[in-house]
């Protein structure tokens, strides 16, 4: 069953990604990462000046390079299971993980030609089965998943997993900083007027604040066995 298409959405740093990299690794299907998406349209618009210093965006010139196809988005998978994303042919993995995209990715993400844009793609892309983590997936990019699952966890402890994340990578962040970062992106993502972040009535909830991934394995193998006759363990 490697075309089942599983929906993981919810705040940001609640460790979807991880979640949903480990599962795409065992079950050997897609990993789709659509805020990597988000972030590369956003890393774009920055390095063409399409961002001022204040954060304005210069939408109508944003917009005709994304309907001109300026914005050539390309992805990979590596044996791990986790994806590489490329812009241009250039792969921009790491930079769209600093905190200068994580600033204004947020802005990027509520506008609708940039959403309209970053769905066709993750179509594209993840059609024939995949696992596909963002904030809309259960409930716009494919509301027929056949799993949707939405992942909660307290924000200190997602700011604090996001301070290990990028101190690992070489980075210096502040706490405060990180903690005001994410409070920000779960307001933005869960009141912009287009496919606000909410829970699709038929996922389930998953909060793993106080949970490891191999528990969180667990958990998601009781669901694989009694709906697909999967496993995962
Ligand atoms: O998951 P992430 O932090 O990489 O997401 C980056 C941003 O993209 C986040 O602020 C919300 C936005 N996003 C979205 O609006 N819809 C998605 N499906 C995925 C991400």
Known sequence: MNNIIIAID???????????????????????????????????????????????????????????????????????????VFLGGDDVSGKIRELEVARNVSAIATLPFVRNFVDEQLHRLGAKGCVMDGRDIGTAVFPNADLKIFMTADARIRAQRRVL???????????????????????????????????????????????TVEEQMVWLDGILRERFNLSIL
């Open 10 to 84: 919810g705040y940001s740093s609640t460790g979807k990604g991880t979640f949903a990299v480990e599962i795409a690794r065992r079950l050997g299907i897609l990993y789709l990462d659509s805020g990597a998406l988000y972030r590369t349209v956003t890393l774009y618009a920055l390095r063409n000046g399409e961002i001022e210093w204040n954060g304005e965006i210069h939408d109508r010139m944003l917009q005709e390079d994304l309907l001109l196809g300026k914005v050539d988005i390309s992805v990979a998978a590596n044996p791990d299971g986790s994806m590489r």
């Open 165 to 211: 994340q990028m101190e690992a990578a070489g980075q210096h962040p502040d706490f405060e900083a990180i903690l005001r970062n994410v409070q920000e992106r779960d307001y933005i993502d869960s009141h912009r007027a287009m496919n606000p972040l909410r829970k699709a009535d038929d996922a389930i909830e998953l909060d793993n604040s106080h949970m």
